[in-house]
């Protein structure tokens, strides 16, 4: 009977080091996997945080006018109708972001928008960016071309908002029709010529002291976002109109009121990066749009009902569109990305 020979020294020697390596591999895996949960909980915490700070010490009372037969049909349209406007605002970032840095999966597109756009109820805003600059990382953007996204984004949003902002000055500053061809005309620039916003990006850049975004490589994608945002505005702007038609507004006089006076509070709240969501400061303009078509007491109702069905909108359709996500990555496969459909 004989015997195995004994492993060489040497051998059990490196025996020893690969185990030591998986288990130094797997030990980090974990250390990460754990560090993950733990800051998914402390971003989660910190919009419920600003979600209850948007809605504390509010005149509930103020809504009781909008509850009467067929409202509550009426509400939920709006509702759905204000989703739509989201996930409108959501093609356009991710248009944006493959014209300024390069196209994604869809499903990490997704996730990374909403979780950025979860970060503006945190006060500073700054979280989501970082949110999403993290998560860029790992289908191969680089921190510059994912902050490049957010500003030329930025002025994608905040010149389509004012474009139909607009809507409201024939009501508020003067009559006259010739106040509702400014929006069409800027909106049409823009499609047309929208290496445009890479210059106002740029300039906003170099205002703040910051690299200037990276030149588009798909000026087409850019045309898109510009189209798909302004219809995001008009889109989120119904839900005030149906409220205000619900508190006795007339119907064609409050459209554009509605419609335009939500993108403008919307554009100057989202610059108040000291508010949660704009909490305050949007209200504090669509009140006195509202008061031309609506008795006070009545336009006062109608910016909190905004404020709370766009909440429960946004709220629904980003947990929605996250959780589909979570569940697509759990069922699916694991396939590099570059195998994935992309945006």
Request: some cysteine; aromatic content about 6%; hydrophobic content about 55%.
């Amino acid at each position: 009977m004989t015997m195995d020979p004994a492993p060489a020294p040497g051998t059990r020697v490196a025996v020893r080091t690969r185990e030591d390596r998986r288990a130094g591999r797997a030990g980090r895996r974990m250390s990460r996997t754990a560090w993950r949960r733990l800051l998914t909980v402390a971003f989660s915490l910190a919009v419920v945080t600003g979600v209850v700070l948007a809605l504390r010490d509010q005149d509930w009372s103020a809504l009781a006018g909008l509850f009467h037969g067929g409202s509550a049909v009426a509400l939920l349209g709006a509702a759905v109708v204000s989703a739509a406007g989201l996930l409108c605002g959501t093609r356009s970032w991710l248009l944006t972001l493959s014209a300024v840095a390069l196209p994604v999966p869809g499903a990490a597109g997704v996730r990374m928008f909403f979780v950025g756009f979860l970060g503006k109820f945190v006060p500073g805003r700054v979280w989501g960016l970082i949110a999403q600059m993290r998560m860029g990382e790992q289908v191969g953007a680089t921190k510059s071309q994912m902050a490049g996204t957010y500003l030329v984004n930025l002025v994608i949003v905040l010149l389509t908002g004012g474009a139909v902002g607009l809507l409201v000055a024939p009501t508020l500053l003067a009559d006259g029709a010739g106040w509702l061809l400014l929006p069409l005309a800027l909106l049409l620039v823009l499609v047309a010529r929208p290496d445009l916003i890479h210059v106002l990006a740029g300039l906003a850049a170099r205002l703040a002291r910051r690299q200037p975004p990276p030149s588009p490589g798909r000026p087409g994608n850019l045309r898109l976002a510009i189209v798909f945002q302004t219809l995001a505005w008009v889109l989120s702007g119904v839900h005030l109109w149906v409220i205000a038609v619900l508190l006795g507004a007339d119907p064609a006089a409050s459209f554009p009121v509605a419609v335009g006076g939500f993108a403008l509070a919307v554009v100057v709240g989202s610059v108040a990066v000291f508010a949660p969501d704009g909490v305050g400061v949007r209200e504090l303009l669509l009140v006195p749009a509202l008061a031309t078509v609506l008795p006070l007491p009545a336009a006062v109702a109608a910016a909190l009902a905004s404020r709370v069905l766009t909440l429960v909108a946004e709220l629904a359709t980003s947990g929605a569109a996250l959780g589909a996500v979570a569940l697509r990555d759990r069922s699916a496969p694991a396939t590099p990305l570059r195998k994935e459909s992309t945006v």
